[in-house]
């Protein structure tokens, strides 16, 4: 059998811990692993932190009896110590911090190995949209904080919404006409802004370009209650933009592998040589599916464009999770593409590495 159990991970999407998760009520633990309105106990997920929590701790398979350990070690060890030997477990080497938080907060502490932080673009076009008086005023404000970002702050990539604010399939929109309607934006009328942000995320993708850093785009529907169409975050609808020669040396990241069009994430991944696909949300909220997601993805992209993700954030236990997940998926679906004849040992060896290390180490520029 094909097994990852000491190969190092590097998540590639994931967010701050809370020191405020240092202590947790059972129901409150479950809360962690919530997107939407459920029955938290019984969702798939936290049947699946209970099992392999009660594994890790060698405790009863209950909510009340993990949660009481992992209390125990949190009061021993601090937040920062229990998150160390999670990650150590799960063989996690480094995070891709998305978070607008100050370079040197003490938060950043928290989390266990090397750091690579993203620079949010949204919060900052908001900003800049109430100060500036022209469209040109604004791109040329945006583009020197992503530049100061990247060059002197040494963030590795930009994080975007577009998804969610406007609809991937929002069509191009050039700088004369963001110009011409930048008021009507600033003024709040919903169609021009729509158009205005597109403006300001086409030239991103181009200074992305510039500065040779990926773009993170956040797609498919990660739960909650949703403000507009969900269909708007479907990956396909970005195939007028991504076939455009202007854009083909963007390398873009599609986030959450376009849940629940991961076929559609992966289509993407293959036909357009500049699309990666981060296997985050399904790892590790779709747990009880997991393995057929990741059968999807090897299935249709290619493999060195495939990478771990958590979007973890609070409690140290969903990272944790996710990289263990990840390496149970990836045995199995690799250890049957060996017994079938679809692939050798060597490259089923090899893939593994390369989705949960070696892909996102080469796309950061981190050792392999």
């Known amino acids: 059998m094909v097994e990852f159990r000491n190969c190092q991970v590097i998540d590639n999407h994931a967010h701050v811990l809370a020191p405020k998760t240092q202590t947790l009520e059972p129901i409150w633990l479950a809360r962690e692993f919530f997107h939407g309105m459920a029955d938290l106990r019984h969702m798939g997920v936290v049947l699946t932190a209970v099992c392999q929590l009660a594994r890790l701790f060698k405790c009863e398979p209950t909510l009340e009896a993990v949660t009481a350990e992992r209390n125990r070690r949190t009061a021993e060890a601090g937040l920062g110590g229990y998150a160390k030997m999670l990650y150590e477990d799960a063989g996690i080497v480094a995070s891709v911090m998305d978070s607008g938080l100050p370079l040197n907060d003490p938060i950043f502490d928290l989390t266990p190995g090397r750091k690579l932080r993203l620079f949010q673009m949204d919060p900052l076009v908001q900003k800049l949209l109430k100060s500036c008086g022209s469209y040109t005023e604004l791109l040329k404000s945006f583009q020197a904080g992503v530049e100061r970002a990247i060059r002197q702050d040494g963030f590795v990539g930009i994080k975007s919404h577009p998804g969610e604010l406007i609809g991937l399939g929002t069509p191009p929109v050039e700088a004369d006409e963001a110009e011409r309607i930048f008021p009507a934006a600033k003024g709040g009328d919903a169609e021009a802004f729509r ?28 739960g909650g209650l949703w403000g507009g169409p969900i269909a708007h975050t479907d990956p396909l609808l970005l195939v007028p933009i991504c076939r455009q020669p202007r854009f083909l040396q963007t390398r873009l990241i599609l986030l959450h592998a376009g849940y629940p069009w991961i076929q559609h994430a992966g289509a993407m991944a293959h036909a357009f040589p500049h699309v990666w696909v981060d296997i985050g949300w399904t790892t590790p909220w779709i747990s009880q599916r997991i393995v057929e997601c990741y059968r999807e993805l090897i299935a249709m992209a290619p493999l060195s464009k495939l990478m771990i993700g958590s979007g973890g954030h609070g409690s140290p236990e969903i990272s944790w999770l996710a990289g263990k997940m990840a390496k149970l998926a990836l045995a199995e679906v690799l250890t049957d593409a060996v017994r079938l004849g679809t692939m050798c040992e060597k490259d089923a060896e090899r893939t593994g590495r390369m989705i949960l290390h070696d892909n996102a180490a080469r796309l950061y520029g981190l050792p392999s």
Request: charged fraction near 10%; charge should be positive; include cysteine.
């Open 195 to 222: 158009k205005f942000y597109m403006a300001v995320w086409l030239a991103t993708m181009l200074q992305c370009q510039d500065l040779k850093i990926p773009l993170h785009i956040h797609t498919g529907f990660t």
